[in-house]
Each structure stands twice: as C-alpha cells, then as structure tokens.
C-alpha cells in the first residue's frame, strides 16, 4: 500500500518549559523537540500494515520549520521510504490553514491511506486530519483504536467512553490513529544510518489564511501545600464538612 | 520519566544529528529494557540474557564495523555514546557489548580470514553467537606477555592447553577469542589468536563465584585441556602482544565513555534526590555541603565529557594514539568511581539499597578501575610515554 504519515515536531513532553516573553508562546531556549507521541503510533501502523501487506511505500510528510527534517529523519530511520518537508517559519495555530498546506500534497498522489496522528501532544486541537480529509473528500475515522485492512476495506475500532465502536470504512481513506494501537519501535543504528540515504523533498508549505491565533499562555497555578484538619476518627466530620462546602467535591 | 543526560557544557550541539539520534535509541532502550531488571539481575548475580536479542535488533554489537558483515557502520563517537548509555543502566552491559564488539569481533574483522569474518561476523552481530575473549591468566594480568596458554601445531591443526580467568562471557559464550603462544614460552612474539568453539571437546568453563561487583555480567574460569582446534583456527594475521593489545585499545575506548555514562547516573539520581529529601525543614539540596558534592560531580562529570569527545574525534581521524586511550579510561573510570561513592554518602541510607542505582555503579566501577588496564598500569603506560623511560 502507499501511505502518507502527517508528523509534527513538537517540543519533548519530558522537557520542563517555560513561557516566552511575549506570554504567548514557550520558551524556545533549550528546548529539544521530538516526534508528537501520536505521530509515532501512526507511523507504526504504516510500518506494520505495509510488513504484513507486502511492500509499499511510506512517505512521511512534516509541515514546520528547519528542525522538522530531524524527524521526518527520525521516521526514515524507523522505516519510511521517503519525506516531504513543507517548510515554514512557524506552524500555524490554525489547524486550518495547515490542512490547506498539506491536501495539495496529498491529493492525486495514489495514496491508499493518509495517517495522522490523534492529536498533536502541543497544541491538541486534534483538528488537522479530519479537516485534510474534508479537503481531499475522503472518509475519516479519528482516533483508531484498532485497524485491519483486507480488499481495499478497512475496520477500525475507536474507544468510547464505555464501549468499542467498530467502523468500516472503504480505501483511500484518513485515519487518525489513537495510542496503544501498536507500540512504537525504536529506531535501529542500521535504521538511523540508511535514513541520511533516503530522499527529503523540501518546498515552502502553501498555508491558508490563518484565522486563529494564541492571544495568551499561561501556566496553571502552583497548587497550595495541604492541610491537617485533625487527627483520628474525629477529624472526619470536620473533614466531610470541608470537602463539601469548601472544596464542594462531595 | 527518562534519563536526560547531563550536559552542562552544551556538548549536544557537537554532535551530528545521527549519533544524537543513536544516543537517544540505546537511552531509550535502557530505560525500557534494562532499568526495570537490572536490579533484580544484579541482586540473583544473573546476566539479563533475554536482552541479547533486543541488543543485536538494535545493532548495538560492532556497531562501528562495517555494514557488509551485518554491522551499522557508525562512527567511533556514535559507538562512544552507545557505551555511554549502555554503562548508565550497569556496567555489567556494557560489559557484555564491550567484549562482543571490541574484544571478540574486532580481532576477527582485524587479523581474521575473510572466510573467518564471513563465518562469525554477522551471527555475531546478529546475537546468534556469543563472544568471550580469552587473555588474562590466574598469574598473568597486567603482564600478558607472560601468558602460558600453549597452541602446539599437529599435523592436522593446533592443540590448545592451559587455563584464562576472569572472562567475561565466559559461560555463556558459543565462541572464545583465545590468546596462545604458539613458540616457547619466553617467546613473546608467537602469541596468536584462535577461533574456539566452545562445544569444542577439552574446552569448558565454571562460573566465578562469590563477586560483590559486576553481579549481574558472565565473569568465568576457562580451562583448555587439549582442545583440538583445525588448521583454520588461527586468525590468521595475528602475531606478538601488540594484536591483543590492539583490541584492549577499542575495549578501553568504550570504557572511557562508559564511565561517563555511570557517573552521570549516579549525578542524576543525587541531584533528584538531594532536591526532594527534606531534612531540618529543608530539601538536603538547599545545604552547602551538599551543594560541594554536587559541583564536584558535574564538573568532574563535564570535563570527562570533552575528553571522550575529543578522544572519539580523534579516532574517527585515525590520528588516536593508545596512551591518549589510557589516559581517558584512567581519568574516567577513577572519576565515575569517585561520583558514584558521592552520590552514595549523598543519598544516606537510601544509598545503601539496591532500588538506587548509586551503590550497584559503585560497586560495578570498582572492577572496571581494574579491568582493561589496572588504573595504575595506565599511570605507567602516560608515565612511560611522557618520559620515554618504562617503569613496568
């Protein structure tokens, strides 16, 4: 099958951040990047679907700045064949105007399936894939839980608060892909060395308009030391009290 | 949470976006794999082996020998990081990766046949064998040349006798790189190496016991008795000391860089705990004393980090040169050893158990001060080369 992975490079969730001067946006300074957490399940799910399939093609594509080709990199060196670089200074807020970068590149390319991942782990809008697929006029399954492809048919499963709902979709389609679908791999030295062979095609990335943009960021406050109401069976209705009328959890 | 390195210096930014890249593989593999046994490994005194397969999916083993013997092909720094991260998680693994890579498949790829590198490189690589190195003797340590292993040619081959000790891999290895003079035994130049199939009939190994150190790695006691070997078992371009000590020299390159990876364990576990534990109303951190040590470390920690640098870029331009090798594992190693006993005290009792890494490092970097070149051998080997007098 020919598959594209959308990936987005987003700053380490392991990193401690700061908020930029501007109260906008996060402090760059020292900050390492990495693949979003869901982007790395989706390219799994390429890898695994085209190992079981037979062989195919995985093109992985990155709308962003200079340091996305380190992991549209990281991709080649987990499996894909190919990268597309959709360069721009910054990626936009507006889910939108990305999925009018990226539904071009996407469109009449043959690509049986187009990945994305559930969301990205910055932003979380969870908004680019499905809004790609209404560009391309394609069916769209969000966060896929579960995926078996067979005569250019697809089931997916998506968790429900409570209940699995299983949908059958028809290819090409888009899927955005949940966690715990198939855990991600690590990328082999033999992987990270054949990745500087593969190709990366950059070209500047046709964004839309952009309508949205972040007005602010702020940081959740500091949670306040506890407090000793009592001690023994005799603190709990002092207790019960305050959870009720002061912390209203009851 | 992960590990995230220490890197005070901003040496990240010196690094080729690949061997970041196979830094934070091997980082993320020992967090996966090795951090959640090790413990119980080094408490049984049990090698991790169901991590072999894992290791060599990687291609951690002779990751810097080239790809036509199912090798990665990395530069020598890639592979330095590799070490690094291995000995981060126990230096009973980097150990293992150690012996495999410089000390079983180095000499092959090096003095080997090509039928012999066709053979053994790509199960080697592949962890369908296993490599032990056979040099150092119950007698003969820091003076290899001394070593009576004998290889007597027969009309069909060789006949190995004698008895090597402290072999890592010893046991559980398929396969000995085994160190014999072939001439008299005053003889120093007819050293050479063989290819041993440990099944071969003669040859057998018991486990060390009773070690407080390295208790989760494969230390042995290899005994030769009449080992018949063919023809083709030597390796053939191997000749004298110097071929051994060509690949202690790839070993203690990786230990240099190893030791870099326990220290800054052993840091990283301080530095989280100094600034959690509350001790008269206060986290330790927050003290002078405690804020000694831990500059200490770091700056020890720091320094360690633009040697093996260096030392990599320079064996990557083939410009290295043994004694530089000496001074960085010597430097090293004794500095790991002195962080890991910091962080020890650091940690209080705490220190004391095995759910800390601190004490298992401690213990681990005792032996490796000794192996691979005592600390004071690689005194007398800087001492020699910057006075041009031996004081073997």
Redesign the interface.
């Given at each position: 099958m020919k598959i594209a992975v959308c990936i987005k490079r987003v700053p380490d969730t392991?990193m401690r951040f700061a908020i930029a001067s501007d109260r906008k946006s996060i402090d760059s300074a020292g900050i390492k990047y990495d693949l979003s957490d869901f982007d790395g399940y989706a390219t799994e799910v390429a890898l695994r679907l085209n190992e079981q399939q037979g062989p195919g093609e995985i093109v992985a594509v990155s709308l962003g700045p200079e340091g996305t080709q380190?992991i549209l990199?990281?991709a080649l060196?987990l499996g894909a064949d190919r990268g597309v670089h959709l360069a721009a200074d910054a990626i936009p807020f507006d889910s939108l105007a990305i999925a009018r970068a990226l539904a071009p590149e996407l469109k009449d390319q043959g690509f049986d399936l187009i990945l994305f991942g559930r969301n990205a782990t910055d932003t979380g809008n969870a908004c680019v894939g499905p809004m790609t697929a209404e560009l391309l006029g394609l069916p769209c399954v969000t966060a896929v839980s579960f995926l078996e492809i067979k005569d250019r048919e697809g089931i997916a499963h998506r968790e429900l608060e409570g209940v699995t709902e299983t949908v059958r979709f028809p290819l090409p389609a888009v899927l955005s892909i949940d966690e715990g679908i198939a855990r991600p791999r690590?990328?082999?030295?033999?992987?990270?060395?054949a990745a500087?062979k593969k190709p990366i095609e950059t070209k500047p990335a046709q964004l839309g308009p952009v309508q949205l943009t972040v007005e602010s960021l702020e940081l959740p406050p500091e949670r306040t030391g506890g407090r000793i109401v009592g001690e023994g069976a005799a603190a709990v209705p002092e207790l019960v009290r305050l959870l009720r009328d002061e912390a209203k959890v009851l | 949470m992960g590990f995230a390195g220490v890197d005070f210096y901003q040496l990240e930014g010196a690094f080729s976006e690949e061997e970041r890249a196979v830094r934070d593989t091997v980082r993320a593999w020992v967090d996966e794999q090795l951090m959640p046994v090790i413990g119980d490994c080094y408490i049984e005194g049990r090698f991790p082996k169901q991590l072999i397969p894992g290791l060599a999916e990687l291609g951690v083993l002779g990751a810097n020998l080239p790809e036509q013997y199912g090798c990665a092909g990395l530069n020598n720094v890639a592979y330095g990081l590799i070490m690094q991260e291995l000995e981060r998680g126990d230096s009973g693994i980097r150990s293992f990766a150690s012996v495999q890579g410089a000390l079983v498949m180095y000499p092959i790829f090096a003095f080997g046949s090509d039928a012999q590198k066709a053979q053994w490189l790509p199960r080697l690589a592949g962890g369908q064998e296993i490599g032990c190195f056979g040099l150092t003797e119950p007698d003969y340590g820091s003076n290899p040349a001394g070593l009576i292993t004998t290889a007597k040619q027969t009309r069909d081959g060789w006949v190995l006798n004698g008895v090597k000790m402290w072999i890592t891999n010893g046991s559980q290895a398929s396969v000995a790189v085994i160190w014999a003079k072939t001439g008299a035994v005053d003889d120093v130049k007819s050293i050479r190496g063989f290819i041993v199939p440990t099944a071969t009939k003669g040859y057998s190994a018991r486990d060390q016991k009773g070690k407080l150190s390295l208790r989760a790695s494969d230390t042995s006691e290899i005994h030769l008795d009449n080992v018949e070997l063919p023809a083709d078992a030597v390796l053939p371009k191997s000749g004298g000391l110097k071929s051994p000590l060509s690949c202690l020299t790839q070993a203690r390159y990786g230990i240099a860089w190893g030791a870099v990876g326990a220290a800054m364990a052993c840091y990283d576990e301080a530095l989280g705990y100094a600034k959690q534990r509350v001790m008269f109303g206060r986290p330790i951190g927050g003290t002078q004393l405690q804020q000694a040590r831990l500059a200490d470390m770091l700056t020890e920690i720091t320094k360690a980090q633009c040697l093996t640098l260096q030392l990599g870029r320079l064996k990557d331009a083939g410009t290295v040169t043994p004694q530089q090798v000496s001074l960085a594992k010597r430097n090293n190693v004794s500095m790991a050893c002195d962080v890991a006993r910091e962080a020890r005290r650091l940690l209080g009792a705490n220190g004391i158990l095995v759910e800390y890494h601190s004490m298992r490092h401690l213990a681990n970097l005792e032996s490796v001060y000794t192996y691979e070149g005592t600390h004071d051998m690689h005194s007398l080997i800087l001492g020699e080369a910057v006075t041009g007098l031996s004081a073997f």
């Open positions: 392991e380190e990199r990281k060196s690590l990328p082999s030295l033999k992987g990270i060395m500087k | -």
